[in-house]
Each structure stands twice: as C-alpha cells, then as structure tokens.
C-alpha cells in the first residue's frame, strides 16, 4: 500500500516537474517575444493589408494586454518542440524500451506536422476566410476592426490547425500500440466529421461554412489516411503471427 502511494506521488511530482518547465519555457519565450513584438504584429497584418484597415482598441489597458496575448500564444507556439518533448517524458514512464523508442523516432513529424498545420492555416486558410469575411461585410457597414479580437483570432485558427494536423498521426501510434483499430476509427467516422465541424464553430465562430470545410477538409483527409495505415499495420502483423505456425507445419511435414 505505501508502495503504491510512493508512486502517485512520484508520478505527481513528475508532472509538477514538466508543467513547470513548459510555464517557465513559455514564460520566457514570450518575454523576450516582448521586446520584438512590433515584428511580429506587422507579420499578422499582412492578411489584411490589401483592405488598408486601422485597428482600433476601446479599453485603456487594451493595446498593453492584446501585445502580452500576442506573446504568449507566439511563446505557446515557438516552444512546441519543448512542450511536446516534456508530455513524453512524462508518458514514458509506463512505457517499454520499444516504445520510448518509437516515441522519439516519431517526435520530429508530430512537430513538423504540428508546424505544417500552423503554415497551412495562416498561408491557405486565413488570408481566404479574412477576404470573405471583411469584402461581405463592407457590402452594408464600415469594418471597424478590434486588435485583440483580430490577434486572438488569428492566434487560436493556427493553434487549431495546427492540432488538427497532429491527430490522424497520433490515431496511427495509438493503433501501432493496438490501442485502437481501423474497425473502431471507421465507426466513429460520421461523429469525428462533426466534432470537427462543432470544434470549428466554437473556436471560429465567425467564419463560413466554405470555410469550414476547407479547414476540415486536410484533416478529415488524414483521418482517412490514418485509418488505412491502421488497417495495413493491422494485417501485416495478423500475417507476421500466422508465419511462424505455419512454418511450424511446414517443418513438420517435410520431417514425415
């Protein structure tokens, strides 16, 4: 009994231990973001550019508090790798040799995925849904546009895009592991298609439903791909557990 209470606590302590680092990690990152700011805020008006907007703010303390959000979601973004580093270390402790090591081999794509996702967002996606959104508009009012509103909607459609793009991934190592299946995947396809859908709306209330199905359209994609990866991985081993049985057989009969 005193052995398993040891290690939950262990097991909170280590999780203590790598949520700080991801705080301090972040903390950091977006503190020095700070200072360059300006930088990074003339890259996040360039969607708009061509509509030749002002941004406005309407609470003092507003302009100060939109350059902090600006900064933290920048410092979310920049210390991924390390954020993504610290949750398996964390989940490695319940894990094998083989498996530790199929982690890290895989911890380059689920960044590089993480940051194509981003990329995609901004460069495919984004520049679309503002031009739509702000030409259908302009049509019956004068577009007055809010900066933090406009900073923190850019922000979290890349942080979605971005975790969108990591899913189908990690679906194909959960169904490595046999922790899911290609059977169990295509089941719940109709549910994802919405909870995409829903995620969509509730982190981007504002745009329109062409928008919304050409942001789901790569991830849906993937999950598709996923699925298939899933099933091939499947049969493969189905076939690697037949071999030895029948080469058993095999060594049986060329005995008689």
Known sequence: MTANEMSVVDHLYELRKRLIICVISISSVAFYTYYKVNYLLNILMK???KFNLSLVYF???EGFVTKLEVC????????SPII???ILA???VGLTRGEKKFL?????ILFSLFILGIIFGYTMILPHSLSFLISYGSTYLKPVLNGSTYFNFIGIFCLYTGIMFLIPYVLAILGKFSLISSRILRKKQIPVMLGVLVVEGVLLPSVDFLTFAVAASPVLFMYEVSIWVIYFNERRKRRRENVPSNSRKGFKNRGK
């Open 47 to 49: 969607p708009i550019a």
């Open 59 to 61: 609470r003092l303390t």
């Open 72 to 79: 933290l979601i920048a410092g979310l973004i920049i210390t």
């Open 84 to 86: 993504m580093y610290e």
């Open 90 to 92: 964390f989940v490695r």
């Open 104 to 108: 890290y081999k895989n911890f380059f």
